[in-house]
């Protein structure tokens, strides 16, 4: 008898089929992954197998676990199952936990909850689980409150709690996707390693293919609520049938084909030995701010048409010495000069060429404004703006370059998806045409396909205008794929750089070896 | 934890220090003598000169403010310029009506509102839910006084359940005091009631929408233990800021409330100080509130470091 | 209540309180200022809607012209309110964490610490009573509410990358905040001024029952009350009357201000954002 058996699972919510017909089965102690994009619906279908969906869902079908329906039971059933007998990791470690319970209050909550310890225990249990999650509570002590752990150390508590009571079926939801590289690869570590000892059955939910190539025994590919592909991945990868996979493995394993470098580039930006630390913020009226060190004695130099890559996990520093770049933020010492001049304290005249696409598709504009007049924000840089008819002009010139119409200019933001988003992001860097581009994180918020759609574009740029950019991303595929050269940043400082390709072949320094060795890799066959 | 009470227990000085300091410069600014009113507009210059002497009316305004604010130290409010007796005494007799009425009002309010509150958000969305905002809705809008009025009508008037008015004191025991605290004490209740319920409510149905509620549930806890042990206190904190700024309300509905109810309280005794040009008795009473008001505040900020541990620590 | 409901419930409501006000400007059915002692005390009748007060003047008649000194302090207080409040929170905003923030942020703390109604009963008290010093005391507590709430909403908005991108293009803090984080708080005033109209017309109306409003012969809600409270155990309509209307008008107000609210956030309205 099968762990899980899945069929005909539909979810309507108010009239739409956000599920439609799903059929699975999980065998005990397997691994079934269930990848696709958003809005595929499989964070949907990790709620109805908890029966955690929303109050206006209406389920139906059959979800049967151990031979047992779950679908149709009543509340207190399922609240003896949850927890016990299935569990559920979340993606958000930051938000996963009460703030103002302890951790151990949390995990003993999970073993109390099913009456598998009395009061006295309970706290030993919660210990000794805490330590397999690779937390002992020596370096953690079960008093500590969540906001005291790191992203990494929440979600291991949050698997603790799910494992406390040895479920039969664990189902992560995008488990490691709000963590960083090397966190994700020990995060991902220990779920296989639970799996196996407590042998769990597993559904792994994620967006990233590479991930579930290394984990999963069997795949499961959806698209706008069903399963359009199944397979073992040695199958699934050699032999991909429906058109959706194929796109979507084509999407991730996209690589860019760039221009070449112009023979003999000049220096467009130097920094040199750039140090800055910031104030953590107050803490109250009477005491000093504390400082932190973001950044120490940074030095790099990005040539005329060459497309510079930083990658850097959160707290390396990458995201302050970005902002001393753009002039955000002041820097301590060093000097940053761009074509030779310095930018601190720049004006506006030095400043309008470089320009900047952000990460957040959503956020970058003002709701408020017309496409058209947040294409043109930055020509008040220029000191004589030109006429509006050519500022007209421009306007439409450059959301042709990027793939969007004429029109499009009289809509707002909002009408927009997040990919066209950010080619109207794209747009409005482009439209003073800037000698440097920076893109921060510009295609991390983005789907695979759409993903590779922008890189695409962005090559297809770099040729037109002649762009330098740096490319900053923690996603070392994409960097990759988009850059000559690439900085690897650890702790406010460049531990390595090099050509890219020379650089993730053959990395020399011991963090950057570490970071390249955690990135998933996908297949290649 | 020791480190914040006393961060905020200086934040509270200073207020007071700030507070006493803009009090006496609105009172001091105000026009009109009060040796002169005192004495009536035929008084001679020259007695008006002497009363003034007496009052302590000629000293420089810092060296009066000095006075008073070290007179509040040891408890001495000064003499009341009308009545030459210790403010203090008159202050005291007053605040036994005044300061049980508040507490009384929030009392009720917090009763009525707190199970109103979490009845609308975990029936959110039903009749049960539309009712209960439908009634708040009304109680937000109905000024106090005017309830009260509507109260005395009813219930004193045509049902004789309790006195139109005035106070039967307290040496007549605890329970009589109260009776005639009762129907004043509901006036001002209600319409705090109504707000309180509704910021009860909102707070826990967006505590409800956290990702922790979803873990807890995903670890098996039923609908009730989640919201007793997890979303209840994370929605108490902007429940406490609510009822902090309800006492100041409170205190300054009660002055209007004593109107209706010809009770003897704080309320009186400003409205007549005013009238009477009694600078110290005002300057005193409303410094008395407003340390009243400031001490809850404290008090909420403490009880906010109780609730949340994230806000004990300084790293 | 549906948003849509709340939304068209309040404004038909509030626009009609404030029709009647500006009406009474041109017409009454009666002349509030003639006494009349013969008519007195009638209960609501076809003659005289809301029946009469014990000087014989016409209920509705002095409900329509004291709605207008309930909405004109109640405005102007939100006036003042918003003219100082919300630029104070743009500074405060926009220089966060630095000195003038905290300057802004105790001297707000301080004004919420005095209980408004008592300040408000002091300067009225102590400077004379009447609307123009009613409407200053009100006015005054207005002034950190919207501080306040211009502060937290401009604060979020400058995390926004949209703003990150002006502020790379060399815009100063002063234009930012009028050309991007104003439009965008509006909707949080908006919601907020109504807030504070409803909470200005109770004030106004406590002000007055206790004396301290608008004075005589300029009628007023509060006042009328006041001259009700003797009689009311024979002549209930003459509390009812402006009871009512006061509550009719903050409740117009509120259920403004919550459809408004609805209308307002895209996440409300279904629409794609």
């Not at chain 1, 005990?28 to 197998?49: C, V």
């Not at chain 1, 467009?268 to 701010?289: C, D, H, N």
């Not at chain 2, 209960?132 to 106090?144: C, E, F, H």
């Not at chain 3, 409040?85 to 301080?110: C, H």
């Amino acid at each position: 008898m099968s762990l899980l058996a899945v069929k005909d699972l539909s979810v309507k919510i108010g009239g739409n089929f956000v599920l439609d017909k799903i059929n699975f089965e999980l065998k005990h102690g397997e691994i079934l992954a269930l990848t696709g994009e958003s809005g595929s619906g499989k964070s949907m279908t990790a709620l109805a197998l908890m029966q955690l969906l929303p109050q206006r869902a209406a389920c139906s079908g059959s979800i049967r676990l151990e031979g047992k329906e779950i679908v149709g039971l009543d509340d207190r059933a399922l609240c003896s199952l949850r927890g016990a007998q299935v569990s559920m990791v979340f993606q958000e470690p930051m938000t996963a936990l009460n703030p103002v319970k302890t951790i151990g209050n949390q995990v003993m909550e999970a073993l109390l909850e099913h009456g598998m310890a009395r009061k006295g225990d309970a706290y030993h249990k919660a210990a000794q689980v805490l330590e397999r999650v690779g937390l002992p509570p020596s370096k953690v002590p079960l008093n500590s409150y969540p906001h005291q752990l790191s992203g990494g150390q929440r979600q291991r508590v949050v698997i603790a709690m799910a494992i406390a009571l040895r479920p039969k079926l664990l189902i992560a939801d995008e488990p490691t996707t709000a963590l960083d590289v090397t966190t994700q690869a020990k995060i991902l570590e220990l779920l296989k390693r639970l799996a196996k000892e407590d042998q769990i059955g597993m559904i792994l939910i994620t967006h990233d293919l590479a991930v579930v190539a290394d984990m999963a025994d069997d795949i499961a590919v959806m698209q706008s609520g069903r399963i359009v592909e199944q397979a073992r991945p040695e199958i699934l990868f050699r032999a991909m049938q429906h058109p959706y996979t194929k796109a979507l493995f084509a999407a991730s394993g996209h690589q860019v084909s760039l221009p070449d470098l112009p023979p003999d580039p000049q220096p467009l930006l130097e920094v040199k030995q750039v140090t800055r630390s910031y104030r953590l913020a107050r803490r109250s009226f009477w005491e000093k701010p504390k400082e932190k060190v973001a950044v120490r004695g940074v030095s790099f130099v990005l040539r005329q048409g060459e497309r510079l890559g930083l990658v850097g996990e959160s707290g390396c520093g990458k995201s302050t010495l970005t902002r001393a770049i753009l002039g955000l933020d002041p820097i301590d010492t060093g000097e940053i000069r761009l074509n030779g001049s310095s930018l601190q304290g720049a004006g506006a005249e030095l400043r309008r060429d470089i320009q900047v696409v952000f990460q957040d598709p959503y956020g970058s504009f003002n709701p408020r404004h017309k496409v058209a007049q947040l294409i043109k924000e930055p020509y008040h840089l220029l000191s004589i703006p030109p006429s509006r008819k050519e500022q007209e002009d421009a306007v439409v010139s450059v959301l042709k370059s990027v793939g969007l119409r004429a029109e499009d200019r009289f809509k707002y933001i909002h009408e927009f998806s997040g990919g066209q988003r950010q080619r109207i992001a794209i747009a409005r860097a482009l439209i003073i045409r800037p000698k440097l581009v920076i893109f921060d994180e510009a295609v991390s918020a983005l789907d695979v396909s759409v993903r590779a759609q922008i890189l695409d574009l962005i090559a297809e740029l770099a040729e037109e205008y002649g762009l330098s950019y740096l490319f900053i991303s923690h996603d070392l595929f994409v960097v990759r794929s988009i850059t000559d050269r690439c900085l690897v940043m650890h702790n406010g400082q460049i531990v390595e750089h090099g050509d890219t390709k020379e650089l993730f072949d053959n990395p020399k320094h011991k963090y950057s070896q570490e970071l390249i060795a955690a990135a998933p890799r996908l297949p290649v066959f | 934890m020791l480190r914040y009470t006393l961060k905020r227990a200086l934040s509270l000085a200073l207020s007071l220090c700030l507070a006493s300091v803009i009090i006496f410069a609105v009172v001091e600014v105000a026009p009109g003598d009060p040796a002169s009113f005192m004495l009536g507009i035929n008084a001679q210059p020259d007695t008006v000169a002497a009363l003034r002497t007496e009052l302590g009316l000629d000293q420089g305004k810092f060296a009066r403010y000095v006075a008073w604010v070290s007179g509040m130290f040891s408890g001495d409010f000064g003499l009341s310029y009308t009545y030459r007796s210790p403010v203090s005494d008159m202050i005291a007799d007053r605040l036994w009506i005044s300061l049980p009425l508040a507490l009384y009002a929030l009392l009720i309010s917090t009763a009525i509102a707190f199970p109103t509150g979490l009845y609308a958000a975990s029936r959110r969305g039903k009749t049960g839910d539309a009712a209960v905002m439908g009634v708040t809705q009304l109680g937000v809008a109905i000024p106090n006084f005017w309830f009260a009025m509507i109260l005395v009508v009813i219930f004193a008037i045509k049902l004789r359940w309790f006195s139109a008015g005035g106070f039967a004191g307290w040496d007549k025991g605890v329970f009589q005091g109260l009776k005639s605290l009762t129907l004043p004490a509901i006036a001002l209740a209600l319409p705090q009631a109504a707000i309180l319920s509704r910021v009860m409510r909102s707070a826990l149905i967006e505590t409800l929408s956290e990702d922790y509620i979803r873990t807890a549930r995903a670890k098996g806890l039923g609908k009730r233990a989640t919201l007793w042990r997890h979303a209840l206190r994370n929605a108490m904190i902007p429940v406490l800021t609510i009822i902090g700024l309800q006492f100041s309300f409170l205190m300054a509905g009660a002055i209007i409330i004593e109107q209706v109810f010809f009770l003897p309280g704080l309320g009186r005794l400003v409205f007549q100080a005013i009238t009477q040009r009694d600078l110290i008795v005002v300057e005193s009473v409303v410094m008395l509130l407003v340390f009243a008001v400031i001490l809850v505040n404290f008090l909420v900020d403490l009880a906010y470091a109780a609730v949340d541990p994230r806000l004990r620590e300084r790293s | 209540m549906s948003w849509t409901r709340s939304l068209t419930f309040g404004a038909v409501v509030s626009l009609f309180v404030l029709l009647i006000a500006m009406v009474s400007f041109v017409w009454v059915p009666f002349d509030v200022t003639q006494l009349n002692i013969p008519d007195k005390l009638q209960r609501p009748n076809f003659v005289h809607w809301l029946g009469t007060d014990h000087f014989g003047r016409d209920l509705f008649s002095m409900i329509m012209v004291g709605a207008r000194t309930s909405i004109a302090v109640a405005l102007l207080a939100v006036g003042i309110g918003i003219g100082l409040g919300v630029p104070l929170g743009l500074a405060a905003a926009a220089r966060q964490g630095s000195f003038l923030d905290e300057v802004i942020m105790r001297t707000n703390d301080l004004i919420f610490a005095f209980p408004s109604l008592v300040i408000a009963i002091l300067i009225t008290a102590l400077f004379g009573a009447g609307a123009m010093n009613a409407i200053i005391a009100i006015g005054i507590f207005n002034i950190p509410v919207f501080a306040r709430v211009t502060r937290g909403g401009a604060l979020s908005l400058w995390q926004r990358e949209f703003i990150l991108s002006a502020r790379v293009s060399g815009k100063s803090a002063l234009r930012i905040s009028v050309e991007h984080i104003l439009p965008n708080v509006s909707n949080l005033l908006i919601v907020q001024g109504t807030i504070q109209f409803s909470l200005g017309i109770l004030a106004e109306a406590g002000l007055s029952y206790v004396g301290l409003g608008a004075q005589p012969p300029t009628p007023s809600w509060g006042r009328m009350l006041a001259d009700a409270q003797t009689m009311v155990s024979f002549a209930p309509h003459l509390a009812i009357v402006p009871g009512s209307a006061i509550i009719l008008t903050v409740l117009g107000l509120n259920l403004l201000g919550d459809g408004l609210r609805d209308l307002l956030d895209p996440k409300v309205r279904d629409r794609p954002t």
